[in-house]
C-alpha cells in the first residue's frame, strides 16, 4: 500500500513522517504519474488557490480530480479541507477546488495569521483521548451533507470571553465521508500520528 502526499506547498516532510511512523509507504507527488501509483493521497495546508494554480501549472487538476471522483481516499488538513471541499464561502472570485465532500468550508474562518491557536479536541474514531490541533488561518465545516459524519467540533478556548466558552466553539473542525478525511487543523505539526494512522486504516479499507 502506497500512500502520496500532494509536494506542492505545506508540510510535506512532516505528513510523509507521520505516514510511515503509521506503517504505510509514503512517496511525494507532484507528477501525474506518480499520482497513478498511489492508493490514496493526502493534501497538506498552505494556501488552497495557490495549491491549486500550482495544481494547474503541474498538469495535475484534472488528474487529482478524476481520481478522487473515482473513489481514491484523500485526507485534507486546512487548505487541503478547502480543496476537498464541494462548496467554499469567502473565497477568492472564482476560486475552485478538488471537490468530492459533501460540505461547505468557509475559508480563514478562524481569522488571519495572527489568530492562530492550539487546543484539544475530542475525535471520533481517534482513541486515546482529545488531540492537540493547532489552528492556522483556518476553514472551518458550516454544514454538511447527509453522508458526511462529524467527528470533532471546536472547544472554543483559545477565544473564550467571561462566559468561558468562545464564539468557535462547536465549529466543525473534523469530517469524513467514505474515503474522504479532512481537518481544519495541522495534525502534523503536534507530533500525533493519530490521525494519519486513521487514514492508512481508510487506505486499506479501500484497498484490501
Not at 187 to 197: C, M, N, Q, S, V
Request: hydrophobic residues 45%.
Amino acid at each position: 500500500m502506497r500512500i502520496g502526499v500532494l509536494a506542492l506547498q505545506g508540510d510535506v516532510r512532516e505528513h510523509l513522517r507521520a505516514l510511515s511512523d503509521s506503517g504505510a509507504s509514503a512517496i511525494t507527488v507532484r507528477r501525474a504519474t506518480e499520482l497513478e501509483s498511489v492508493d490514496g493521497l493526502v493534501i497538506p495546508g498552505g494556501e488552497s488557490t495557490t495549491i491549486i494554480k500550482l495544481a494547474v501549472a503541474f498538469d495535475l487538476l484534472e488528474p487529482l480530480r478524476k481520481r478522487i471522483a473515482g473513489g481514491m481516499p484523500a485526507y485534507g488538513s486546512c487548505a487541503g479541507m478547502i480543496l476537498l471541499a464541494d462548496r467554499v464561502l469567502d473565497g477568492v472570485e472564482g476560486q475552485q477546488t478538488l471537490g468530492g465532500l459533501d460540505v461547505t468550508v468557509r475559508r480563514n474562518a478562524f481569522g488571519r495569521q495572527v489568530d492562530s491557536f492550539e487546543e484539544s479536541i475530542p475525535l471520533t474514531g481517534v482513541p486515546g483521548g482529545p488531540f492537540h490541533a493547532v489552528f492556522i488561518r483556518a476553514p472551518w465545516v458550516e454544514s454538511v451533507g447527509p453522508d458526511v459524519e462529524v467527528l470533532g467540533s471546536a472547544v472554543g478556548a483559545a477565544d473564550k470571553g467571561p462566559t468561558g466558552r468562545g464564539l468557535s466553539a462547536g465549529r466543525i473542525v473534523a469530517v469524513r465521508q467514505g474515503g474522504l478525511l479532512a481537518t481544519s487543523f495541522h495534525p502534523e505539526l503536534a507530533g500525533d500520528a493519530r490521525l494519519h494512522a486513521l487514514f492508512v486504516e481508510i487506505v486499506k479499507e479501500q484497498v484490501l
